[in-house]
């Protein structure tokens, strides 16, 4: 939505203005600007509340309306190129939140069907519409593609080729959202496929869509897996793992792979080692999420396999969200009535933060290949 016709306001000359206005003015943006980034304020409160609630308070005073922009991508570009949200003062409850994602484990077996419920669950009406017809709901490989669903088959036949699937072999494939996947290797490599979800709607439509081939698409967590597999992958679900159960995961994926199996593990990353947990996303997005970074990968999985290969596309992560937004409002009159108008602020909003984060290289995307020591080694396809 424009803000050209937006009624701006008066804003306040206070501390809470002078503050903002002085960190803005850092990332180049200004405040009732007239560059596509800056940010029009239409409510006066905008500035007392996001200092003093940070991150939760940004977010929702945007969902709340009380500001716009043109260019919400590039907004979040430059306050992240320019590092503000480490000068922002931290607010109590993100503090409180950070703490407890150290302290307790907040993707335990009970809470872990959270996210399912609360984000993938949201309705097969949104998710088809936005994504492309695999609806494969993580980054894109745009290395020679020009569509959305271009780049997602070349994502798709990527994965196949660096797990060198054959005929007859047995895939678990965790976390395997609406069946793409499962249903590209099942089809056109010829291979047995198990694939697990916590999500109602996501396991409904993903065995309807591989219907007639041999995959078996489960509604269970993780952790119960106890099978013998060729090949195990991984794409998009190891963000919602947390931090205390890394090594139960990769205890997890040991006991179900074959000794001379591949596994390949397809994740956001953060480029530091931290609890990873920014509250707005935790509270609207994706619940009791949190991004590993290479050290925790690579502690987790150092007692199981041998790392052949990391693969960094982050930056095709940037040209995959802003497709999705694209689609998300062409098709928003044919849902808005399911939807709140607040609901279309909120995912807008998430769109084009987490584009602005990839593009200023703040979050990665890894693909990263582990065997127990592939003998002579592996070549592996880019």
Partial sequence: MSTSCIEEVSVPNDDWFRIVSELLGRAGIGINGAAPFDIKVTNPGFFKRVLQEGSLGLGESYMDGWWECDRLDIFFNKVLRAGLENQLPRHFKDTLRIASARLLNLQS????????KEHYDLGNDLFSRMLDPFMQYSCAYWKE?????????????????????????RVLDIGCGWGGLAWYMAKNYNVSVVGVTISAEQQKLAQARCEGLDVNILLQDYRDLNDQFDRVVSVGMFEHVGPKNYATYFNVVDRNLKPDGLFLLHTIGSKRTDNNVDPWINKYIFPNGCLPSVRQIANASEPHFVMEDWHNFGADYDTTLMAWHHRFLASWPEIADNYSERFKRMFTYYLNACAGAFRARDIQLWQVVFSRGADGGLRIAR
């Fill in 109 to 116: 077996k009970k809470r872990a069907w959270i996210v399912g």
């Fill in 145 to 169: 593609a020009e569509s959305l669903e271009q780049a997602q088959v070349a994502k798709l036949d990527l994965i196949c080729q660096k797990l060198q699937l054959k005929p007859g072999m």
